[in-house]
């Protein structure tokens, strides 16, 4: 068969504007960023195969995620928050039965090693990280990360409250570990596809919506085999798809909706029940597009989204073998 590519959509690209809201801050119109024209991003692959030690430093930083400025059609770029300088994070590929370790740094501090602010609105009311503490911005963002669908020993679970500020100022209580002392996974389970994401108590949703999160993929001898013997799709033909959806400010920013229901007491910013951005990003990247060969893939699905659903689709008509 001649080689050809073809562009392989899945519907949750397709997601349009949702109803238009009033909010304070004026908001990217959906209907002017381009669709379907930016490449997939495909994260970078930490091997921990082979067992060892890993380090991984959460820092915030400027990333493109696909938007333009309508009017002067420039690039827009977000600041944002990842795992070794990338939203997402690095994929982590692990073995099964075979442990490995890592440092979760927290270095959301600026260069003179100050503690950052959060990017999105903090509702101080409800039982979160910091809420004992007199005057919390002075200690910055607390993180804990979580790996999701992992056999992991509770010390290392990423438990909501053993959450750490930079600098181990301030520790959750359910903080067990010494400062300096590694998570350990031990991947007792069979080949699976997993992912990590902070996990801070009453802030979850904001640090991940901020860009916290990241694939984790365990193989095994089996897959490993069908693989081998191309009854899996492997390398370039096997791809994680992290989905979420988000809102962005006129200059590119992140938004979280914050404002509390009208004709209630709730405080300002207050949290709200669920959330729905009016973009959707694949991998970082708003609305992209992926030139395939015809053959099968395989594609890892994560959704990584605050509230919503996706129906997953092939726009060209064939069915998608779910394994």
């Given at each position: 068969m001649?080689?050809?590519n073809?562009?392989?959509l899945?519907?949750?690209?397709?997601?349009?504007a949702?109803?238009?809201k009033?909010?304070?801050?004026?908001?990217l119109?959906?209907?002017l960023?381009p669709?379907?024209?930016?490449?997939?991003?495909i994260p970078?692959v930490v091997d921990?195969r082979?067992?060892?030690?890993?380090n991984?430093?959460i820092?915030?930083?400027q990333?493109?995620?696909?938007?333009?400025?309508?009017?002067?059609?420039l690039?827009?770029?977000t600041t944002v928050?990842?795992?070794?300088?990338?939203?997402?994070g690095p994929?982590?590929l692990a073995?099964s039965?075979?442990p490995?370790?890592?440092?979760?740094n927290n270095?959301l501090?600026?260069?003179?090693?100050?503690?950052?602010?959060?990017l999105?609105?903090v509702?101080?009311s409800i039982d979160?990280a910091l809420?004992?503490?007199?005057n919390p911005?002075q200690y910055?963002?607390?993180?804990?990360t979580?790996?999701?669908g992992?056999?992991?020993?509770?010390?290392?679970?990423?438990?909501?409250?053993?959450w750490?500020t930079p600098n181990?100022?301030?520790?959750?209580?359910?903080f067990?570990?010494?400062?300096r002392?590694?998570?350990t996974y031990?991947?007792?389970q069979?080949a699976?596809?997993?992912?990590y994401?902070?996990?801070?108590m009453?802030?979850?949703?904001?640090?991940a919506?901020?860009?916290l999160?990241?694939?984790?993929i365990?193989?095994?001898?089996?897959?490993?085999t069908?693989?081998?013997n191309?009854?899996?799709p492997?390398g370039?033909y096997?791809?994680?798809?992290a989905?979420?959806?988000?809102?962005?400010?006129?200059?590119?920013?992140?938004?979280?909706?914050?404002?509390?229901?009208?004709?209630?007491t709730?405080?300002?910013?207050?949290i709200l029940?669920e959330?729905f951005g009016n973009?959707?990003?694949?991998n970082?990247?708003?609305w992209p597009?992926l030139?395939?060969?015809?053959r099968?893939?395989?594609f890892r699905?994560v959704?990584?989204?605050?509230?919503?659903f996706?129906n997953?689709a092939?726009?060209?008509?064939?069915?998608?073998?779910?394994l």
């Amino acid at each position: 068969m001649k080689n050809f590519n073809q562009k392989m959509l899945v519907s949750a690209f397709l997601i349009s504007a949702c109803c238009t809201k009033v909010f304070a801050q004026a908001l990217l119109n959906p209907l002017l960023q381009p669709q379907f024209v930016n490449q997939l991003p495909i994260p970078a692959v930490v091997d921990a195969r082979g067992g060892g030690t890993f380090n991984f430093d959460i820092t915030q930083f400027q990333q493109n995620l696909g938007l333009i400025d309508p009017i002067t059609k420039l690039p827009l770029l977000t600041t944002v928050w990842g795992y070794q300088g990338t939203y997402p994070g690095p994929t982590i590929l692990a073995r099964s039965n075979t442990p490995m370790q890592c440092f979760w740094n927290n270095k959301l501090v600026d260069n003179a090693n100050k503690p950052l602010p959060h990017l999105l609105p903090v509702d101080s009311s409800i039982d979160w990280a910091l809420m004992d503490l007199p005057n919390p911005a002075q200690y910055g963002v607390p993180l804990v990360t979580h790996l999701h669908g992992g056999h992991t020993e509770s010390a290392s679970d990423g438990l909501p409250d053993s959450w750490y500020t930079p600098n181990f100022t301030q520790k959750g209580s359910g903080f067990i570990k010494g400062d300096r002392e590694p998570y350990t996974y031990s991947n007792s389970q069979p080949a699976a596809t997993l992912w990590y994401h902070d996990h801070t108590m009453g802030i979850t949703r904001l640090n991940a919506y901020a860009g916290l999160a990241g694939f984790y993929i365990i193989t095994d001898e089996n897959e490993s085999t069908l693989q081998a013997n191309n009854q899996l799709p492997a390398g370039p033909y096997d791809i994680g798809l992290a989905i979420q959806d988000k809102t962005f400010t006129a200059n590119g920013q992140l938004f979280y909706p914050s404002l509390p229901p009208a004709g209630t007491t709730a405080p300002n910013p207050s949290i709200l029940p669920e959330s729905f951005g009016n973009m959707i990003l694949v991998n970082g990247m708003v609305w992209p597009v992926l030139d395939v060969e015809p053959r099968q893939y395989r594609f890892r699905i994560v959704n990584a989204s605050d509230s919503r659903f996706y129906n997953m689709a092939l726009s060209s008509g064939e069915p998608i073998i779910r394994l």
